[in-house]
């Protein structure tokens, strides 16, 4: 859902990214000039971007209620790609990524099915000790799994509490497993 001005237009049509505006800001009068950045529909917000000369500063971010803007004077309607040294002091236009509906879809997506898959790795019932040599195991062998308070490892090893190097033993014995037994000891006794 987009929020609308009083006069039924949205901040983004109102202030178009990548136009220069002059804005006088109420209630004293204050008179702002940048290039539109964005706006935020949510906190009906205009962001202005204005280049600094003769500092080390790039340039100056001034967030600016909609509602705390008197008048608007379009400079530029679209700022130019470039801005030519020695000529006027109009801000270049900042190159906005393509963004789509589904591309944006697909990402949240993701983001949530790797939070799920992070909180399957959480074990409430271990202690802060176990839950850390876990995230170490499970960084360096790929293949751990929680079975109770024991810390299963590549399906061959388990590690149980107090999870110490003294703590690990193997479910299967075979000359391939000492060697990862071996390394998951490493693991489990080192403090990262």
């Excluded at 009068?29 to 000369?53: A, H, M, P, Q, R």
């Excluded at 100056?60 to 002091?89: F, H, L, M, W, Y």
């Excluded at 170490?136 to 999870?163: H, T």
Aim: proline share 4%; net charge positive; aromatic share 4%.
């Amino acid at each position: 859902m987009m929020n609308k001005n009083p006069n039924g237009v949205s901040l983004s049509d109102s202030y178009p990214a990548n136009s220069i505006l002059e804005l006088t800001l109420i209630p004293n009068g204050e008179v702002v000039k940048g290039l539109v950045y964005c706006t935020d529909e949510i906190s009906n917000s205009i962001v202005l971007k204005k280049s600094l000369n003769y500092t080390t500063l790039t340039s100056d971010i001034r967030i600016i209620n909609a509602s705390c803007i008197k008048t608007k004077k379009i400079i530029a309607a679209q700022a130019p790609t470039e801005v030519v040294a020695g000529e006027s002091s109009l801000e270049a236009a900042m190159p906005l990524p393509n963004v789509t509906k589904k591309s944006i879809e697909e990402r949240e997506k993701r983001a949530i099915m790797l939070a799920q898959e992070a909180l399957k790795h959480i074990n409430q019932k271990a202690s802060t000790e176990g839950q850390a040599v876990f995230d170490r195991l499970l960084k360096a062998c790929n293949e751990v799994k929680w079975s109770g308070e024991s810390i299963i490892v590549l399906n061959n090893i388990k590690v149980e509490a107090p999870y110490h190097s003294d703590n690990c033993k193997l479910l299967k014995s075979s000359v391939k497993n000492e060697e990862s037994l071996t390394r998951v000891k490493r693991i489990v006794d080192s403090k990262i």
